[in-house]
């Protein structure tokens, strides 16, 4: 069982307690009606589907119910980090040069 | 030849279902939680998963806006909460028949609640508490001695985590 580290509890807790919610930093647009159907499309449906570090949403839903950011390395599964949701997108290549 | 040895307790653990009490879910933004704990005479610990108790209250963080509270006498609560909401917003929802709490004491407790709850519990200090995860049913555990527990559990969910407890105890007793 994965191990995800919930920044609000700050604990590091089993996977079981989490729910998956999706990919992180996608901003629903200010004014749907002016846009195009392909930019409504690539809003509603078009993913990075990353290999590698993906920047999604999880919510702590049997713990203190918060949703957060995790940035989650797609082909080993391991966790980087996570972060609180509304803080920016964090710099990795930052994160791998203080390692 | 291969003896097998069991250390047979007839007693390993020990489910009371605790009688009714009032209970309350408190949800207030972080910048008003002071002044609301001031206004409703309660402590209300910042960190998830502490726990305060001042004059019979007893109240649990779980999680940063949300704190739930065993009252055995709801009507102050209620009238201080009413006199506060004006000036601060907040939500005081009563929720005393939405969960019936399950009282687990004796030698095995813990080990009983291991079969359920992915979390490390050994790990949680005595005198703190969490929501988190019986089996399929979400649960507040709270710790109040090594091995002595109180668990909420959502009272559709209590004949399924009554049956698994049932079904624990049969095992630890047959020292498997």
């Known amino acids: 069982m994965l191990l995800i580290h919930c920044p609000y ?13 999706g990919e992180a930093h996608i901003s629903r647009p200010a004014d749907p009606s002016a846009l195009s159907d392909e930019e409504w499309r690539d809003y509603l449906f078009i993913r990075t589907n990353a290999r590698g570090p993906h920047f999604e949403r999880w919510r702590h839903i049997h713990g203190c119910g918060r949703f957060f950011n995790a940035v989650r390395d797609t082909v080993s599964d391991r966790f980087l980090m996570t972060y ?7 710099d990795l290549t930052v994160k791998e040069a203080a390692e | 030849m291969t003896t097998q040895r069991h250390d047979f307790d007839p007693t390993p653990f020990l489910v009371e279902e605790l009688p009714w009490a009032p209970r309350f879910s408190l949800r207030v933004r972080p910048e008003n939680r002071a002044a609301l ?12 998963g502490q726990r305060s108790t001042a004059g019979g209250v007893e109240v649990l963080c779980l999680g940063p806006d949300e704190w739930t509270i065993l009252a055995p006498d709801a009507a102050p609560l209620a009238a201080g909460s009413g006199a506060a909401y004006a000036q601060i917003p907040h939500s005081l929802v009563e929720i005393s028949d939405r969960e019936i709490t399950l009282r687990l004491s004796g030698a095995q407790a813990l080990t009983a609640l291991t079969t359920g709850c992915p979390r490390d519990i050994d790990a949680m200090p005595v005198g703190q508490g969490a929501r988190t995860l019986f089996d399929s049913a979400t649960v507040i555990l709270w710790r109040d001695d090594r091995q002595d527990f109180r668990m909420d559990v959502w009272r559709s969910f209590l004949p399924h985590v009554r049956a698994l407890l049932d079904q624990v105890m049969v095992e630890l007793k047959s020292g498997l």
């Open chain 1, 9 to 21: 509890c700050d604990a590091t807790l089993p996977e079981a307690e989490f729910a998956y919610a």
């Open chain 1, 84 to 90: 609180k949701a509304g803080e920016a997108r964090p």
């Open chain 2, 37 to 48: 704990a001031g206004a409703l005479g309660l402590e209300l610990p910042t960190a998830v």
